[in-house]
């Protein structure tokens, strides 16, 4: 008896030894079956492990009557036979005559015409593992009655507990590799996608390596419109991307719509019994989605959009493919974004170049129309002085008078020219005395033909605005100047009014005129096609300090136009990054964000 347990815990000892001596799970597998073979009857064998991320219990290695059979796998969550008890319940089982009994296997279906009469299972598991279940179900039974003992039990029990901290281990040794090879593979997906500013070229190559690393048969990249929060389509991958034509998905619906609004990723491991798919890619081509892993594209807190990969090419979606497309979707969301800020430069330059132009030829006109005229005014009058010096000395006192007025009015049109390039008041001073300045020098040029005001309601005790970002009050200067200058030029009004409203938060600045007005979604409709750039100035320069612009107008009705601006730095920054396009809802009532202590003046 004694010489029995000892050749069995020698047996166990080199068994421990064979299967802990690889970090390959396929070689732990192999040799708990040849271990296993040494002392029990492996005819009739099967290894079941545990996949926590698909919680699926896989019989990889199965053999019936001592031949390899195809594998198969059940879902543990679903699962009612005996294996999937033996791992919930880490319990072992040895049932002498199964037919006997009301119990079910999941081997049974192995061998249909061969009923199975003895069975042992016992659980993969070791009590030193406390942080970890189960890792699986060693199995074994026979066509006869009573063929397995409570001392085969014990074996295979005892060899199961060493097993499962080898799979263990070997599991873990495989995920570290695995995880070196997807962070190598990471970083070539961010050094590729470093390479490229072109935004058609960055989104190709992020879908080349979404293919490459999670072999998948369809996926798109779809990003999110700032106007109304749907996904709107950019490209796909598959071998039906070239079927794929533009679309949109509306906000909040479908899983896309959904991994946009929460921000929150999702695996779809059924999609026919999942109300929340939204045919989107399918729909444009000719397959049947069966799985999704969608997750979202994350910039500065923003969703900017979302990287959905259908129909995994082997096996479902795991929590891997998860964190790996979430990884790729970090460099992405990053490469998409330089790609645009590189666009918005090289616009920006163009626009630049343009507004110059514009400025040149808008000065050449008003130097023309205004102090050329003047100076040559004063050179016909001065001719004729010197005609009249041999003719009639009598007429020069009152031409010399009239030279004065001219040379007065030359002097003051191009000190206002160099007010408005460069108004020093505004570094020196402040947004209201350099304001103030421009509408006292707008108000001589116009006469009494429209009446410039301005107003300000401030939280402060002297009743003047607070200095703000030297950006900031540049900006709002800039545009006060251009639509009180465009108003005068266009709008016939009588009465132009520049209010400053001021609290703890914000700055509003709204500019109102009782002109003839305009069809403001007329006249934007067609915008691309006009010379004039004066709308969108307005729009790129509230756009810049981070700030709201609003414009309301009806024809025969004036127009009001107005700028809300945040004072925080960290805000203004923050609404820099969503700025969406331009808007201006042509309604007669406004509402802005975050004034509830700021009232607008009535027009």
């Known amino acids: 008896m004694i010489e029995t347990e000892m050749n069995d815990l020698k047996i166990l000892y080199d068994a421990g030894v064979a299967i802990a001596s690889t970090l390959s799970l396929k070689d732990v597998i192999w040799t708990l079956y040849k271990e296993s073979s040494r002392f029990l009857d492996t005819s009739n064998f099967a290894i079941a492990l545990y996949d926590d991320q698909t919680d699926t219990l896989s019989f990889g290695l199965l053999l019936v009557q001592g031949k390899r059979v195809t594998p198969f796998a059940v879902k543990v969550s679903a699962g009612q036979k005996l294996a999937v008890q033996i791992l919930k319940t880490r319990a072992p089982s040895l049932i002498p005559d199964l037919s006997q009994t009301a119990t079910q296997v999941e081997v049974a279906q192995l061998q249909p015409h061969t009923p199975i009469r003895s069975l042992l299972g016992v659980p993969i598991f070791s009590p030193t593992l406390t942080e970890q279940g ?3 179900v060693l199995l074994l ?3 006869q009655a009573a063929v397995f003992t409570e001392h085969h039990l014990w074996l295979a029990s005892s060899i199961s507990k060493q097993a499962a901290i080898a799979i263990r281990n070997a599991r873990l040794y495989e995920a570290s590799q695995r995880r070196a090879k997807e962070t190598t593979a990471l970083n070539e997906v961010a050094r590729a996608l470093s390479e490229t500013l072109q935004l058609d070229e960055v989104l190709t190559r992020i879908m080349q390596h979404v293919n490459n690393l999670l072999n998948v048969a369809a996926g798109s990249l779809l990003l999110t419109d700032p106007t109304d929060g749907d996904l709107v389509f950019q490209i796909s991958l598959g071998d039906k991307a070239d079927e794929v034509r533009p679309f949109r998905v509306p906000k909040g619906q479908g899983v896309a719509g959904e991994v946009a609004s929460t921000g929150k990723p999702l695996i779809i491991a059924d999609t026919s019994k999942d109300k929340r798919h939204f045919k989107g890619l399918d729909q444009q081509v000719s397959f049947q989605t069966r799985n999704i892993l969608c997750v979202p594209l994350i ?3 923003q969703i900017i959009g979302v990287l959905e990969v259908m129909n995994k090419r082997v096996g479902n979606f795991n929590k891997n493919d998860l964190t790996l497309l979430q990884d790729i979707a970090y460099y992405a969301a990053i490469a998409i ?3 645009r800020l590189h666009e918005s430069v090289l616009a920006e330059r163009d626009r630049v170049i343009e507004a110059e132009e514009q400025a040149r030829k808008e000065l050449a006109r008003d130097l023309h129309d205004g102090p050329t005229q003047l100076v040559a005014g004063i050179m016909m009058s001065l ?15 009152r031409e010399l008078d009239a030279m004065q007025d001219l040379a007065s009015r030359a002097t003051h049109q191009m000190r206002t020219m160099l007010f408005e390039l460069r108004p020093l008041v505004l570094e020196t001073s402040g947004l209201e005395p350099a304001v103030k300045v421009f509408l006292e020098r707008r108000q001589k040029d116009v006469q009494a033909i429209t009446k410039l005001t301005m107003q300000v309601n401030t939280h402060n005790p002297t009743g003047e605005l607070s200095r703000q970002d030297i950006k900031v009050e540049r900006s709002i200067f800039a545009i006060v100047q251009e639509t009180v200058n465009n108003a005068l030029k266009h709008a016939r009004a009588k009465n132009i009014t520049v209010t400053f409203q001021e609290d703890h938060q914000a700055l509003l600045t709204t500019i109102v ?7 403001v979604q007329k006249t934007l409709s067609g915008y691309d096609q006009r010379g004039s750039l004066g ?24 127009t009001r136009i107005t700028v809300w601006v945040p004072k925080a730095q960290e805000e203004r920054m923050k609404r820099r990054m969503v700025t969406g396009p331009l808007t201006m809802p042509n309604t007669s009532t406004l509402t802005l964000p975050n004034t509830s202590t700021l009232r607008l003046p009535n027009q």
């Open 513 to 519: 005129d009782d002109g003839k007005g305009f069809d």
């Open 535 to 558: 709308m969108i100035n307005l729009k790129e320069r509230t756009e810049v300090i981070g700030g709201t612009l609003t414009m309301e107008s009806q024809v025969g009705q004036g």
């Open 337 to 339: 974004e330089n790609a």
């Open 134 to 136: 189960a890792q699986g």
């Open 141 to 143: 039974w026979h066509e």
């Open 383 to 397: 001719d004729f002085c010197h005609k009249a010096w041999d003719r009639d000395r009598s007429l020069i006192p």
């Open 299 to 301: 910039l500065h807190e």
